[in-house]
């Protein structure tokens, strides 16, 4: 395939554009004409090399250039046509080279592939022929025979082929013809023959007009005045020693280092004889690497010799006598590589940051290193530290891919910094290092976990609500969103009402507050179980049990269970005469819904009718006679007894005890009603009542003393003949038995008793294991209006409540 463009005046270029060969290896190559302007297209490469266009942009399809030079085409990714970037001038790039080759790589990822572009620069006639001077100059004797010959200095075109010189045409004259001669590398030269013997008399001087012309189309000329001086006798130009000269220069050598020495002889005598030496049409580049010595011959270096940029020179050399005869030969410096360039390494493309969680032999980076020595000084070994799980995996020619060998764990690492190592194989060797710094991205794989197995937390009962009691605090070593915790209680039942009522967790802190006041004495402890969330996607979360344990206040009085603070009756024991010191009459009982020493109870007589008659225990309840009975004591006894537990402030609760010292109910007078008048307004009722009672006081007195004697004559079982027994379930449940507590101590044991057919009419027989107990035949059975006489109102006294009557049956548990 072939491009045509013509061009006007000075220039015009044929190009011709062509794919010449597929290789095995995904290579290509394509033949353009240099100058071609940015844009054009050179080929389609997608096509050429059987890729998909659709998948060039995914795939980030790229032209990269050997050696990281300038790169002067790209692909369009949209059609897959491989497109100039950047002007491309054969003479620049390649030289008087007749093969003009730019080597460009098409690089394509996931996966990694690479193809090799060869660009064939055509050359184009865009130079016309130039003289190194504005004037030749010659001395010739007149004396010169006919068909001598003269060399003209070459026009130097920059084109090649066709393109440079390939004539040269002389101005009509009478005395010079022109000779142009091919030499074997098809250089053209051209040589002044004397076709009339000149006559300096006639002419001094001549002034010829020679013109060099190439073979482009259109073409182009240079041209040259040649000055001709008719002398005398120079017969003889300069001859070198050798045609071509060749050396061998190693790459960096130090300025001043002779190359070659080149040496031309003339065979004249005199001024005619004196050889110079020059540079023949010697580029810029060239003059600031090499000197000549003009007279001596010898090449010295005078710039940076660079193997990688150029790795052959040819020089042209003139050597000129006196009389302006000269002679040329060619100089070949081949320069010799040395490893003075260590390797270059890219990063062509690199994932960052790598999910914590890809599986070992990941892909994640791609690197390409580069050496621009030749040979064995260009053999790279790359590699990368150990103890990381990453290795290098040789891919395409100078490409390695950069892949996972374990697992990542970004808990444990989260950030790598990865030091690549690439080395020649020079003598020395070179090295270089790149640092290459990857991050782990962060995947939901850790669940929270809470600081503790386990928590206890301890609240005092009757609690403000909204108090903190206890925290719990779980940590989760993800980052971000992944590792933040959020709390919330797990839905359970305390006592049969939702945990949330009476707890509540903050979501943000772990803070447990309390919803509601707690009660020690509605239940002691409970255990919820607090989750511990995190953010994550899917979340993750795991779950802690928290122990809440209720401690005891002092928040409730002692009870009185005997005598019974209840209805409007009272009680009374009988005590007989004979009772010794330290005889058992009765007992207080009284429990305490607290626990612990707030639960102590002791008890205490605050007030008595003879207070040194009775004495109470501490902490058993029991009243106990101190002294003997005499006759003296008066035969009803008050007691108020105070019962007070230990806590802090301590609480108490007071009941009556009502006692009666007698023997039998003979002895016993009438009685008034003992209770108190709830209101005053009572008052008159009561007067009216004892009058009617006066009427018939005598009356009752004999009826109750036939009945005394009645009943003693059967067994004191029969006085209690229609009693309901109370049994010992009456008492409270979850009161403990605990000695000296002020619950009844296990070795008494009481039967309670209440009478049938009034409510006011209440008895208490005591019976105890105990000798000095009370015998249970003593136990009176009257009602409250009988024992008015004896006890009368104490004004002093508590309201008397509904009794209680207690007999041995069996001990008290809980």
């Known amino acids: 395939m072939s491009y045509g463009f013509g061009l006007t005046l000075d220039f015009f270029a044929v190009v011709f554009l062509s794919l010449a060969l597929r290789f095995a290896s995904g290579d290509v190559t394509y033949s353009l004409a240099e100058e071609m302007k940015r844009g054009s297209v050179i080929g389609n490469v997608a096509k050429d090399l059987g890729l998909e266009t659709r998948t060039l942009s995914s795939r980030k399809a790229r032209i990269d250039t050997e050696g990281n030079g300038k790169r002067y085409c790209d692909v369009n990714l949209n059609t897959g046509d491989l497109i100039v970037a950047d002007r491309m001038d054969r003479e620049g790039l390649c030289g008087k080279k007749a093969s003009c080759v730019l080597k460009e790589e098409l690089v394509l990822e996931n996966p990694l592939e690479l193809h090799r572009i060869s660009l064939h620069i055509q050359d184009i006639n865009d130079n016309s022929p130039q003289f190194i001077e504005n004037m030749i100059s010659f001395e010739i004797r007149e004396s010169a025979v006919k068909g001598a010959r003269f060399l003209l200095n070459e026009a130097h075109d920059a084109d090649i082929g066709s393109n440079t010189v390939q004539t040269y045409k002389l101005q009509r004259n009478e005395h010079f013809s022109l000779d142009v001669n091919t030499e074997g590398a098809g250089r053209k030269h051209s040589e002044l023959v004397l076709e009339k013997e000149l006559d300096r008399e006639q002419e001094k001087e001549l002034d010829l007009l020679l013109t060099a012309v190439d073979g482009g189309n259109p073409q182009k000329s240079g041209s040259v005045v040649i000055h001709v001086t008719v002398l005398d006798a120079n017969d003889n130009a300069p001859v070198f020693s050798q045609t071509v000269y060749k050396a061998s220069l190693p790459e960096n050598s130090p300025p001043d280092t002779v190359v070659v020495t080149v040496s031309a002889t003339d065979a004249d005598e005199g001024p005619n004889g ?55 030969c060619t100089v070949i410096i081949d320069i010799t590589d040395v490893n003075d360039n260590a390797p270059v390494i890219n990063l062509i493309s690199l994932i960052n940051p790598v999910p914590e969680n890809v599986p070992p032999g990941t892909e994640v980076g791609i690197i390409n290193v580069q050496d621009r020595d030749s040979e064995k000084n260009r053999q790279v070994h790359s590699s990368i530290q150990q103890n990381l799980p990453f290795k290098l995996v040789p891919s395409i020619k100078n490409y390695y891919s950069l892949v996972t060998t374990g697992p990542l764990d970004r808990e444990l690492v989260s950030d790598y910094n990865i030091t690549i190592t690439a080395t020649d194989e020079g003598s020395p060797p070179l090295s270089s290092s790149k640092s290459v710094h990857l991050s782990v991205a962060d995947v939901n794989d850790n669940p929270p976990v809470f600081e503790e197995q386990s928590y206890k937390a301890y609240v005092t ?45 903050n979501g943000d802190t772990g803070l447990i507050h309390a919803v509601r006041s707690l009660d020690y004495e509605q239940f002691r402890s409970f255990k919820v179980h607090v989750m511990a969330r995190d953010n994550g996607s ?11 344990f209720i401690t005891d206040v002092n928040d409730n009085s002692p009870q009185i269970l005997y005598p019974a603070p209840e209805g409007h009756s009272f009680m009374t024991e009988l005590v007989p005469k004979a009772a010794h010191g330290g005889s058992l009459v009765s007992k207080v009982i009284a429990v305490d819904a607290d626990s612990g020493q707030n639960a102590w109870l002791s008890y205490h007589i605050v007030k008595s009718t003879d207070p040194g008659l009775f004495t109470i225990g501490l902490h058993s309840g029991e009243i106990r006679t101190q002294r003997d009975i005499s006759e003296s004591d008066n035969m009803k006894q008050n007691l108020i007894v105070a019962v007070k537990d230990n806590g802090q402030p301590s609480l108490s609760a007071t009941c009556s005890m009502y006692l009666l010292i007698s023997d039998n109910l003979a002895e016993v007078p009438e009685l008034k009603d003992m209770s108190y008048d709830e209101t005053n307004s009572k008052l008159t009722s009561y007067l009216i009542i004892a009058l009617v009672s006066v009427s018939t006081f ?33 008492l409270p449940p979850n009161y403990a038995e605990v000695d000296g507590t002020g619950t009844l101590r296990s070795t008494y044991n009481y039967d309670a008793y209440l009478t049938t057919g009034s409510r006011t009419s209440d008895f208490k027989f005591v019976r105890s294991y105990n000798d000095n107990t009370l015998p249970a035949d003593q136990t009176l059975k009257k009602s409250p209006t009988d024992f008015t006489e004896v006890f009368g109102n104490f004004d002093e006294s508590p309201e008397v409540s509904p009794s209680i009557f207690v007999s041995a049956t069996r001990p008290f548990a809980r």
């Open 274 to 328: 004196h050889v110079v030496y020059d540079f023949d049409h010697l580029s810029d580049e060239y003059v600031a690497l090499y000197s000549l010595d003009n007279k001596a011959g010898e090449i010295r270096v005078t710039g940076q010799i660079d193997y990688e940029t150029e790795p052959s020179y040819e020089l042209r050399i003139r050597a000129k006598d006196g009389a302006g005869l000269t002679s040329y």
């Open 461 to 505: 009962e009757n609690n403000k609500p909204g108090s903190t009691f206890c925290s719990v605090s779980a940590l989760d070593p993800d980052w971000r969103q992944n590792g933040t915790v959020i709390y919330s209680l797990l839905p359970a039942e305390v006592n049969g009402a939702p945990v949330s009522s009476y707890l509540s967790v």
């Open 538 to 548: 899917p979340p993750l979360s795991s779950n802690v049990t928290v122990s809440v």
């Open 698 to 730: 005598f009356l009752t007195f004999i009826i109750v003393i036939l009945g005394v004697r009645f009943c003693r004559r059967r067994k004191p079982r029969l006085l209690f003949d229609g009693a309901v027994a109370i049994p010992s379930a009456y």
